[in-house]
């Protein structure tokens, strides 16, 4: 390998990453309607990740090394719409909120934002406001045509409470309640647990001095 000589002035622009040096990480599934990714491969250009993730439904990662290195998303792939989980991982990797994810559909209207407040009713798909002005993943769509698809309609809209709630708690930086609602069991659900992150997403009296002074 060529070892380029320039001046030491030259110095801060070779510092700089390009896209060349960056390596791109497809995070994906093939299983349709979930929102999590089961599988990962990386890659050395853009342009091939693209080609890869082609039929797939996940999201792009984009890594780079050195003093100004660092991970950073790239962009949404086969209409993903991550679940709360799966947002608070890429925000783990990244520091970055995940941006709002555009409709999957050409012609698709935008998600419909409604702000929260404890007790009120959501219609699936809608994007909801938490106290702190933080958005959460789109309400579960709801099916009550029969008694089993009640239950998993209220099973998913339970699992949104509480994975949004730790997501909430992991962009407010507040590791105490982060811990307690990454530690629910979500098969087993109780009341109290649900009455916990319904009021920690909504409620203003659950928020933390320091964060009502930010908000401010």
């Not at 949104?160 to 098969?187: M, P, Y």
């Amino acid at each position: 390998m060529a070892i380029a000589t320039q001046p030491a002035i030259d110095a801060p622009a070779r510092l700089r990453t390009t896209d060349s040096d960056a390596r791109w990480f497809v995070n994906y599934t093939n299983q349709p309607g979930i929102g999590r990714t089961t599988a990962v491969c990386h890659f050395h250009t853009r342009q091939a990740a693209r080609h890869f993730a082609r039929g797939k439904r996940g999201y792009i990662i984009r890594v780079t090394d050195g003093p100004e290195g660092g991970a950073s998303f790239a962009e949404f792939v086969g209409g993903f719409e991550p679940s709360a989980q799966e947002v608070r991982r890429i925000e783990g990797l990244t520091g970055r909120p995940v941006p709002a994810v555009a409709p999957a559909a050409s012609g698709a209207s935008a998600p419909r934002m409604v702000e929260g407040r404890v007790g009120r009713q959501y219609a699936g798909g809608e994007i909801v406001t938490t106290v702190s002005g933080n958005r959460t993943t789109p309400f579960p769509r709801i099916d009550t045509t029969s008694e089993r698809r009640c239950a998993n309609t209220i099973a998913r809209v339970e699992a949104w409470l509480i994975e949004n709630a730790a997501l909430e708690a992991q962009r407010r930086g507040d590791s105490f309640n982060q811990c307690q609602f990454v530690s629910v069991n979500l098969k087993n659900i109780t009341q109290a647990e649900k009455d916990h992150a319904e009021h920690y997403l909504f409620d203003p009296d659950f928020l933390a001095p320091a964060v009502r002074r930010d908000l401010r």
